[in-house]
């Protein structure tokens, strides 16, 4: 939360004083004053999704020419969004490679956790120097536009159980939406949503795939 004057955090147990909150910590003021959090996220996430939707077409295309493998490379975005007096959120600016400088206890805390929980999100397999001349590119799945469907998603299913604090905004229950908004339309984007929202067990490559063999 900005203020007129910045007031440092000096307890990350103290995460709704200064002028740094922790979502946690928004979510407890708003509640208390009456303004309804998840209905305030499910806000963001809109932004967040179009915002994406927006672009894809354009990250499509040079990720197809200038990224030959899915693990090559991954990226953490910065939204700043502004809340007017009337509790509506408003995109200010979309920062690629936002700071994850810590200058407070909250800050270690918070942005700690959120580059373990992306890292093992997307994956990230340490590997001395001294034996990254083992690894072979060949261990690795060439980007394919569209892909094989099975092997996306059964990626994506190992991504999404890993994915820690990290939440799902798209392809999600509310993907039906976004349609007027997405020039590409991928099937793939709606496979993974049906098949993400028909299985309460989680398990969403197993189900695929034996429909895959039942076909």
């Given at each position: ?7 440092p ?36 996430y ?58 407070s ?8 956790q959120m ?6 999100m ?16 060949s261990d690795?799945?060439p ?31 509310n ?12 099937p ?28």
């Open positions: 939360m900005n203020k007129e004057k910045f007031v955090n000096v307890s990350q147990d103290e995460d709704n004083t200064g002028s740094k909150w922790s979502l946690d910590g928004l979510k407890e003021h708003w509640n208390s004053i009456g303004v309804n959090y998840d209905e305030q996220m499910e806000k963001i809109d932004i967040c999704v179009k915002t994406f939707i927006g672009v894809r077409k354009t990250v499509a295309a040079v990720t197809e020419r200038l990224v030959p493998f899915r693990s090559n490379c991954f990226e953490l975005f910065g939204f700043d969004i502004l809340f007017d007096e009337k509790y509506n959120p408003w995109l200010l600016e979309v920062n690629l490679t936002p700071s994850l400088i810590c200058d206890p909250l800050d270690y805390k918070i942005k700690g580059v373990c929980d992306i890292f093992n997307v994956g990230l397999v340490p590997c001395p120097m001294k034996h990254a001349e083992e690894f072979s590119a690795d799945e980007i394919r536009f569209p892909g094989n469907p099975l092997k996306i998603l059964k990626s994506f299913q190992q991504a999404h159980e890993r994915r820690g604090d990290w939440n799902l905004a798209y392809p999600a229950s993907h039906a939406r976004y349609e007027i908004y997405d020039e590409m339309k991928t793939l984007n709606l496979f993974i949503a049906s098949h993400l929202l028909a299985s309460p067990d989680g398990n969403i490559f197993a189900r695929a795939k034996q429909e895959k063999e039942d076909d």
